[in-house]
C-alpha cells in the first residue's frame, strides 16, 4: 500500500499563485510515476500533471501548460505542483496520483488517465476567486 497526503490548497485571487505538495509513504516501487489530477463540482475528475520519478520526464494538461509546474523531491519523496497566474476555472478539489504500472504503458499515454493511477490522496480544494 502507498499512503499519499496533500497540502497546500487555499483560497487565492485570480492571477495569484499556490504551491500544492504530497508526500508518498509506504511501500516502495522500482519503477513508477506521480501525477495530480482535479474535479470540480458536477464535472469529471480531469488531468492536470504528470511526473515520471525516475528520468523526470513530465506531462501536463493544455490548460494549465506554461502556468503549472510538477516537479519531484526524491529527498522527501514528496511531488509539488507550482500553480501561478491562476484562473477561476482553476477552482477544484485537486488530487495527488500514484501510478505503478508499465512504464512503456505510462509513456505512451496511460499517464493522462485518471483510470490508470493505483493509489490516491484524499485531496485538496483550491478556490480561485475573480
Known amino acids: 500500500q502507498v499512503q499519499l497526503v496533500e497540502s497546500g490548497g487555499g483560497l487565492v485571487q485570480a492571477g495569484g499563485s499556490l504551491r500544492l505538495s504530497c508526500e508518498a509513504s509506504g511501500r516502495t516501487f522500482s519503477s513508477y510515476a506521480m501525477g495530480w489530477f482535479r474535479q470540480a463540482p458536477g464535472k469529471e475528475r480531469e488531468f492536470v500533471a504528470a511526473i515520471s520519478w525516475s528520468g523526470g520526464g513530465t506531462y501536463y494538461a493544455d490548460s494549465v501548460k506554461d502556468r503549472f509546474t510538477i516537479s519531484r523531491d526524491k529527498t522527501k519523496n514528496t511531488v509539488n505542483l507550482q500553480m501561478n497566474s491562476l484562473k477561476p476555472e482553476d477552482t477544484a478539489v485537486y488530487y495527488c496520483?500514484?501510478?505503478?504500472?508499465?512504464?512503456?504503458?505510462?509513456?505512451?499515454?496511460?499517464?493522462?488517465?485518471?483510470?490508470?493511477?493505483?493509489?490516491w490522496g484524499q485531496g485538496t480544494q483550491v478556490t480561485v476567486s475573480s
Open positions: 496520483a500514484f501510478y505503478v504500472g508499465p512504464m512503456g504503458i505510462y509513456y505512451s499515454g496511460s499517464y493522462y488517465s485518471w483510470r490508470a493511477y493505483d493509489y
